[in-house]
Structures are given as C-alpha cells and as structure tokens.
C-alpha cells in the first residue's frame, strides 16, 4: 500500500473530520446523568458484596479463636 502525500493526507483527514457528529448539549447531559446513576448503583452493590464477605470472613476468623 502506497503512502499518500502530506497534501492527500490533509485532504484525507479534513474529510474523515467532517464526518464527525458531535452530542448535542441534551444527548451529553442525558449520558452524564446516566454515568453518575450506574456508578452510584454499581458503588452500592460492591459495598454490599463488600459487607457480606467481611461478614464471612470475620466469622470464619472467630471460628479459629
């Protein structure tokens, strides 16, 4: 595969840079509300998960006692 030149390669990238969509303001608040939701949500299962195995483990500890 050939190299193109530094003039086709401009040319190249100004075209793939115009096909960009950038979100709207809407879309992007939309998506950082649901960021901040789903990382609360995972947060308080892994606190869960978290609390239930120090349990276990804490119990298994005092079994050696």
Do not use: C, H, Y
């Amino acid at each position: 595969m050939a190299k193109p030149g530094i003039g086709e390669f401009v040319n190249q990238v100004k075209t793939e840079a115009g096909k960009i969509v950038w979100p709207t303001g809407r879309e992007t608040v939309q998506t950082t509300i649901m960021v901040l939701i789903m990382t609360t949500l995972l947060a308080l299962f892994f606190l869960g998960v978290d609390t239930v195995f120090n349990a276990i483990v804490s119990w298994l500890t005092s079994l050696a006692r």
